[in-house]
Structures are given as C-alpha cells and as structure tokens.
C-alpha cells in the first residue's frame, strides 16, 4: 500500500544553517503531496504542497519538488531560524480513494535550531 | 475565524470508561477526519466521513466509533477506554476531500488512559 519515509530526527541547526528534510513515498498512481508543520502544543499546519510530478511548492522561504522519478518530495530552507523549531511531517493524499482526501502520514522529523 | 474546535483539549480516564470527544468546523467543508498522534508513528486515520450522512474505517478503527452529527459536527466516541488508546487525537476538516486539498487541523485532545 501507500506510504511515507521521513528521515529520523531530531535535526539539530544553528540559526541561518541550510535545511534539508528527506521524505520519499511509495504509491500507486499520482498522489497529491504535502508538508505540514506543529509547532509545540498545536495543530498540524499546511506548509506548502505539490499536486503533479514536478511541481514545487513554497512558503516561508521553504521549498520541496515534488520528483516522480526517485519518489521524492524533500524539505529545504536556505536559512533557518529559532522560529522555525517544529515538527515537520510529511504525508500524501491517498490517490486510489476517490474523493476521499485521505491523507497517509510520515513519523514527523523534529527540528531544533539554536541561536 | 475559529477553523477546526476540539473539546476538551484535555483528558484523563481510567481503563473502561467511555468519553466522546467533539469537534466542529465552520467552514463549511464536507470531509472530515479523525486522527491520532503517537511518538516516532505520525498521524494515524481512525475514521472519516467524506460528506454528510457518511463514515468510513481508516487505518486504525478498532476501539472506536463516530458520528456525523451534521456537516459542521464529527464526533469521535471511546466506549471502553484502554491503556493503548493514550495519545493525542486531532480533527482535520476539508472542503471536498479531493486529493489536492489540504486538510485543516484542530488543535488536538491530549488523552491519557491510566
């Protein structure tokens, strides 16, 4: 079946560091991919997404391509701040349920970045 | 706007109890899902309801039941609270379920079963 492999945390940056956060998938089809972000004691937040091979989502200066080819949808930020200390998860719609907007998550990569 | 509610935010139980946690959105979405949080195991989907009048199994069911009160309301209900059901259980919401739209979270219910 689908599923989603984050790297394991927690990732330890100093503030301006260069951010990458791993995530590949497995799925039939075309799934619709999603990074969502929990800042502590919160909700899950959508950071940024990307429905078709190819595309880039953005936001907040984080960025991830959606790669068919090596199944991946990987997190990046140029320079990261103490503002930036969450969970990040990654997780897709799962395509074969039509109208569903299931989505399949990945086990959370935890940030933390020090001044 | 408030998005997605969820009541209580916190809970503790003892083993065989029963409780139902509440959520409601006003955005006037149709899908809606129940979740829970554990360490080192992301979200898991315990039911959905991709529109009004429907509910489906997710991932993870066993152990619980819900109900689609209406299109704002979806409850989750715990009818004999185990130990294994500890975790933080989060309600997201969707304007149509369609596989490119994201979901709105709640902020969560923290619940501990001793």
């Known amino acids: 079946g689908n599923s989603v492999t984050q790297m394991e945390g927690p990732v330890t940056l100093s503030e301006e560091a260069f951010l990458t956060i791993n995530c590949t998938y497995t799925?039939?089809?075309?799934?619709?991919l999603f990074w969502y972000v929990q800042y502590p004691g919160e909700g899950l937040q959508l950071l940024l997404k990307?429905?078709?091979?190819?595309d880039k989502g953005s936001n907040k200066g984080f960025e991830a391509t959606y790669r068919k080819e090596t199944t991946s949808f990987h997190l990046e930020k140029g320079s990261v701040q103490v503002s930036d200390s969450a969970v990040y998860f990654c997780?897709?719609?799962?395509?074969?349920?039509?109208?569903?907007?299931?989505?399949?998550f990945g086990q959370g990569t935890t940030l933390q970045v020090k001044p | 706007n408030a998005g997605v509610t969820q009541t209580p935010k916190f809970q503790v139980l003892k083993t065989g109890q029963s409780m139902t946690l509440q959520c409601a959105q006003d955005?006037?979405?149709?899908?809606m899902y129940w979740y829970r949080q554990d360490p080192g195991m992301g979200l898991r989907l315990i039911y959905y309801?991709?529109?009004?009048?429907?509910?489906d199994k997710g991932e993870v069911p066993n152990g619980y039941n819900v109900s689609r009160l209406n299109k704002r309301e979806f409850s989750l209900r715990l009818e004999s609270a185990a130990p294994s059901q500890t975790s933080v259980y989060f309600c997201?919401?969707?304007?149509?379920?369609?596989?490119?739209?994201?979901?709105?979270f709640g902020d969560g219910t923290r619940l501990s079963i001793l």
């Open positions: 997201a919401s969707s304007p149509l379920g369609q596989k490119n739209q994201p979901q709105h």
């Open positions: 799925a039939t089809g075309y799934p619709s």
């Open positions: 990307a429905t078709k091979a190819d």
């Open positions: 997780a897709l719609s799962d395509e074969g349920s039509s109208n569903t907007g299931k989505l399949i």
């Open positions: 955005m006037n979405h149709n899908s």
């Open positions: 309801s991709a529109s009004e009048g429907t509910t």
